[in-house]
């Protein structure tokens, strides 16, 4: 079977038990064989795909191992020269991915909090209107789960007196 050029029944006569790959990018092998939802999950179940006929005849591994091309190391520094070399993939639909969807959420809300905090029916009299060491005023913020304002240092009862 054949994956993006790499032979993974056969090399020559010779049958494959173990692929050892070498990277500089761990995180990025990791993600490779995470089939769970995320932005490259469509390479990530090709590459499974793969993965799971080639597990399927017998005792075989993988391997993952860190190298950083920093060390210019041997046939992984060839590698990297080779892989830097080549032209970049483009991806199909990249507007419409996982996290591109989420950071276009995440925009869409802190605009819209920005105008209507702008109004001051909508924030009442007593908000309290904090301004920032530049002198403008402290803006509501959304990031990862934590306190819409961030100033308080991710406080919710702070915030909630705050405001």
């Known amino acids: 079977m054949e994956y993006s050029g790499i032979q993974l029944e056969q090399v020559g006569d010779t049958k494959v038990l173990n692929i050892t790959l070498f ?37 075989r591994s993988v ?15 060839e590698a990297h020269k080779f892989v830097c070399g080549l032209p970049p993939v483009g991806h199909r639909r990249m507007a419409t991915s996982l996290d591109s969807l989420r950071k276009k959420a995440t925009a869409t809300c802190l605009d819209s909090w920005s105008i209507i905090f702008q109004n001051e029916k909508y924030r009442g009299h007593n908000f309290l209107l904090l301004q920032n060491l530049d002198g403008g005023i402290v803006q509501p913020t959304y990031a990862k789960g934590r306190s819409w304002l961030g100033e308080v240092g991710g406080h919710l009862s702070v915030a909630t007196c705050m405001c």
């Open 23 to 59: 990277t500089d990018s761990i995180a990025s092998a990791r993600r490779a064989v995470n089939p769970s939802v995320h932005s490259g999950q469509g390479h990530s179940l090709a590459v499974c795909r793969a993965l799971e006929q080639w597990f399927a005849n017998g005792s």
């Open 63 to 77: 391997t993952f191992v860190m190298v950083h091309s920093r060390f210019e190391w041997g046939l992984h520094h």
